[in-house]
């Protein structure tokens, strides 16, 4: 493709770029993506006036999060009226065997602080394989996007897991459990094994934003216990996508089954692995 453009000198000249059609439905993910986007901004300003409603303890849905999600929906129907979806506030939609996992707002307790961490996040699962991802970060107008076997990107750049070869110097996210303590206590040694072991621990608060964040090479790793297949379906394709891998804590692949992950570059992700799967509770198996 030949793009025109002006030097600096004033001159148009012509530049060749390579061609990065992007997927169509990866196409549909990020224009859902910008859709809620633009919900979700135009209420963030004046959070103190919506209405919200807890799901169960510390978890909260407001009438962003429904708006949010209604336009993505409506987005993919058009499109694809015969897939399924399952979407974080409205659950299950029947279809065939296309599958989108939307969470509108990922990040909800950041967002009604009026915390500016949280994003869209749009995957498209074929059978158990995930084809294509967005995850929208509105606050920095950053898209993440994956489509499978053709690379992530971050806007029109191409996303690359970091180079770190060792958990000695990484800087690791994580989340922190928020809801069901019963497992807080091997939560709290699996966060001592990578206190002691790495140059520095987060807690962004938004799983979707943190798995793109991994893919960019922004943090080394990331690992949560519980989370929801919406959470991270999309990430896990980015980060993958991005040259790192994903799994759950014994380092297998039943990660959207259990909602215990571990995501990073591939040498990084191998030693968590090795280091907080000691730490798993028996009942939550892998
Ligand atoms: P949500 O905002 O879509 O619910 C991080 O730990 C993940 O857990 C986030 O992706 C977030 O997704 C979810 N979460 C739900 N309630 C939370 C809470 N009270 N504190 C932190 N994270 C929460
Ligand atoms: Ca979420």
Redesign the pocket.
Known sequence: MIRIATDAAGRDRCFAVSSRAMNPTTNIAVRAARKAGGIVMRYFNRIDTLTIAEKQR???VSEV?RAAEAAIIETIRRAYPNHAILA?ESGAHAGNSYQWII?P???????LHGLPQ?SISIALQHKDELISAAVYDPVRDEMFTASRGQGALLNDRRLRVSEQKSLKGALIGT??P??DQRHLDAYLAMLKAMIEDTAGIR?P????L?FAWVAAGRMDGFW?LG??A???AAGALIVTEAGGAVSDIRGGGRHLESGNVIAGGIRVQQEMVRRLAPHLPEAMRY
């Open positions: 510390n978890d909260y999060d974080e969470d707002l990922d990040g909800t307790t950041n967002y949280f989340g922190i928020f809801r807690r608060g938004s799983a979707a943190d949560e989370l929801s919406w959470d991270f």
